[in-house]
Every structure is written in C-alpha cells, then in structure tokens.
C-alpha cells in the first residue's frame, strides 16, 4: 500500500508459470462500484504498471513484498527452479527498481515466508519458511535507515512455534501475530502465536472456549 494504491509483484500462475508484471489497483476509485452500472466511470480496475531499472527481480514467486517510505522492498522467492537472492527496492514514484546495497552480511534467501514493517523501530520483520530447503522458525530484521540484516535471538527459555511455511502473519498492539501453515511434514497448524517485539519473548494465545478456524 503507498497513497492509497494497492500493489502486487508476480506470483505463480498454473498454466504460465512464475509472472514479472506489477498490477496497481487504484483504492480512491472502490467507490465507483457502488453507483449504477450505467453511471460508473470504468476506471475501477488493476492496471500494469511499466518500471524502470536494469536489474529487476524477473519472474517470481512466494515472495514478500512491504512498503517503507515511497519504495516497496521484495525479499526472497523463487522463479520456483532458482531462489531469488538479491534484495530490491522499488521506488514508486520514479518507478525504477534497484538492489538493495546491505551494509552487513545478507540474510539468507527464502520462500513461503512473510514480511511485516514495524514502524516503531523502522524495521521489517522476516518470520519462518523455507531456507536452504528446510522450513525454519527463526525471526531476521531489516533495519531500513542503517540498511543492515540482523538476526533475533530469543530470551532464554522462552517457547517457540514449530518450524512452519505458507503462515500469515500481522502486527498489532507491540506484538506480530503468526497463524496456521504448514510444519515439516506438510501437516497444516492450526495454531496462534503472538511474539511480543519488545520482550523478545512468543507466547501461544490459545482461544478460551477452545474452538479454533476449521
């Protein structure tokens, strides 16, 4: 999200394979679905958007992508035979992608992971999916202004979900929330874990009448 405009970056289609297109959809235009179909403007819709720059993430897939200032950064993914390892940021109002240049050592590519930016501390948060082939429950941080990678070392003692991929994930109230997916053997969780983001510390939050999504 940037200005009140959505923006999505690849994907995987069955037929087609990995995608390199970027889509905008105009949200300030959602209100022109609610009048008359006769009186509707028809510019309520995804548009292609043309970039710029001579590296670009090509066709990618089970990436993430979060907005921090005017520049989308995608992290991670693969064209579903190569892993992406470069790390890009897209400048949304010249439209020009770029490698991001780290100052420290690079976390390490993966997929089926997820990605939230935590204003407070001017960060994104990298949660679990697949690295290096195996799926992980590890936490890395990107910290925009410093432009360094750091990996999160828990407190001592402190509980740990199961090693997951393909989970969501949000951020609320100092904490990230993390639901479901899939652990090591394919199996789908059915669990909610909250990581306190000051603490260092996950807690599971377990539902007081016991029920959980089906």
């Known amino acids: 999200m940037h200005n009140k405009k959505l923006y999505i970056y690849g994907g995987h289609d069955i037929r087609e394979g990995s995608?390199?297109?970027l889509w905008m959809l105009d949200l300030r235009k959602l209100r022109d679905l609610e009048a008359d179909p006769a009186q509707q403007a028809r510019d309520c819709a995804w548009r292609q958007v043309t970039t710029k720059g001579e590296d670009r993430p090509g066709c990618l897939a089970h990436h993430t992508s979060v907005v921090f200032g005017d520049k989308m950064y995608l992290f991670g993914g693969s064209n579903l035979e190569t892993e992406n390892?470069?790390?890009y940021a897209f400048d949304l109002n010249t439209l020009k992608w770029e490698v991001v240049k780290v100052r420290s050592e690079p976390a390490l590519s993966r997929d089926e992971h997820t990605a939230l930016v935590n204003e407070d501390e001017g960060s994104m948060i990298v949660f679990a999916g697949?690295?290096?082939g195996q799926r992980t429950n590890d936490i890395v941080k990107y910290?925009?202004?410093?432009?360094k990678w750091a990996k999160v070392t828990l407190k001592a003692g402190s509980p740990v979900p199961k090693p997951r991929s393909s989970h969501s994930a949000v951020i609320h109230q100092g904490g990230m929330w993390i639901f479901g997916g899939r652990d090591d053997d394919n199996n789908k969780l059915n669990d909610l874990w909250r990581y306190d983001i000051a603490g260092n510390t996950w807690q599971e939050v377990k539902p007081v009448d016991g029920v959980y999504p089906l």
């Open 130 to 132: 697949f690295v290096q």
């Open 85 to 87: 390892k470069k790390f």
């Open 143 to 147: 910290f925009f202004q410093e432009a």
């Open 19 to 21: 995608k390199d297109s």
